[in-house]
């Protein structure tokens, strides 16, 4: 019998496929550039990339409210199209600290059995877990006021399959 997919499942595999397509070209430019220059070349993409996409969601979702009521609209939203699975863990007027437990991301790379790419030494050498996650939440916020600063507090592997950030307006 054939089964027809879901919209829900296009929306997986589509995920998937991107996330293991963002993954794979990441890896083959780590073995050939090295850690440091893939780095440069991904912050470099990701300030070019990622604005013209969060100018439309921001134009879609229209947060409203405080800064945090607004950090916590966009990452419900944004979770929504990422497939990340946020839970706010502490919450001031001024900052907001959240984990990671469910991240398509690392979950492609376990997929695509990258073991040398996700450890190096004991350190993670995924270049998306070490600066890009929270390049790519700084531009998730940045709209919402100039002053804000991203933690990020934990990450993958080296925190027990968790990620926990912090963003912090001053």
């Not at 699975?85 to 007027?93: A, F, G």
Request: hydrophobic share 35%.
């Amino acid at each position: 019998m054939v089964k027809e997919l879901t919209k829900k499942m296009i929306d997986v595999v589509r995920l998937q496929m991107l996330y293991n397509i963002s993954n794979g070209w990441s890896w083959y430019a780590y073995k050939k550039l090295g850690p440091k220059d893939i780095i440069e070349i991904e912050m470099e993409m990701w300030d070019e990339l990622m604005p013209p996409a969060m100018d439309l969601l921001y134009r879609l979702i229209e947060p409203e409210g405080s800064n945090i009521e607004k950090t916590k609209q966009v990452l419900i939203e944004v979770s929504k199209i990422n497939g990340y699975v946020p839970k706010n863990i502490e919450q001031t007027p001024e900052a907001l600290i959240w984990e990671y437990k469910v991240c398509p991301n690392w979950n492609s790379m376990i997929q695509m059995d990258l073991d040398d790419y996700i450890s190096k030494n004991g350190k993670p050498a995924k270049v998306s877990c070490i600066h890009g996650c929270t390049k790519i939440h700084t531009h998730y916020f940045s709209k919402i006021s100039p002053n804000i600063k991203i933690q990020c507090i934990k990450n993958r592997p080296n925190a027990d399959d968790i990620c926990i950030f912090k963003v912090s307006f001053k």
